[in-house]
Nanobody
Framework: QVRLVESGGGLVQAGGSLRLSCVAS????????MGWFRQAPGKEREFVAV????????YYPNSVKGRFTISRDNAKNTVYLQMNSLKPEDTAVYYC???????????????????WGQGTQVTVSS
């Protein structure tokens, strides 16, 4: 079992930046591929970024590619999401999640992740 706690959300103007952190406890994060998702009011939870267990690969949807960067520090049991050039449509609760599937590949589906944090609110004003 792994417990995930996100932080770093807040209110920022359009064009600004935020860095989210996700700290794990209970097990080493090096056992998991890690993803970030977000959910806006009235919308389904959507994939934002994923990173492999050893930081050897990442993947982003077109909506955030070039603006968001996922990284990890396994020694600190922490995953980060650097968000630049933020837009009002980025407003959502952001969640980190751990994928315990040991097979190769990066997964983007909500139901493919095994552990979730409680989320952190990001609000981008226009």
């Amino acid at each position: 079992q792994v417990r995930l706690v996100e932080s770093g959300g807040g209110l920022v103007q359009a064009g600004g930046s935020l860095r989210l952190s996700c700290v794990a406890s209970g097990r080493s994060l090096s056992n998991y591929a890690m993803g970030w998702f977000r959910q806006a009011p009235g919308k389904e939870r959507e994939f934002v970024a994923v990173i492999g267990r050893s930081s050897d690969s990442t993947y982003y949807p077109n909506s955030v590619k070039g603006r968001f960067t996922i990284s990890r520090d396994n020694a600190k049991n922490t995953v980060y999401l650097q968000m630049n050039s933020l837009k009002p449509e980025d407003t959502a609760v952001y969640y980190c999640a751990a994928d315990a599937d040991g097979r190769p590949g990066l997964r983007v589906g909500v139901f493919e992740y095994d552990y979730w944090g409680q989320g952190t609110q990001v609000t981008v004003s226009s």
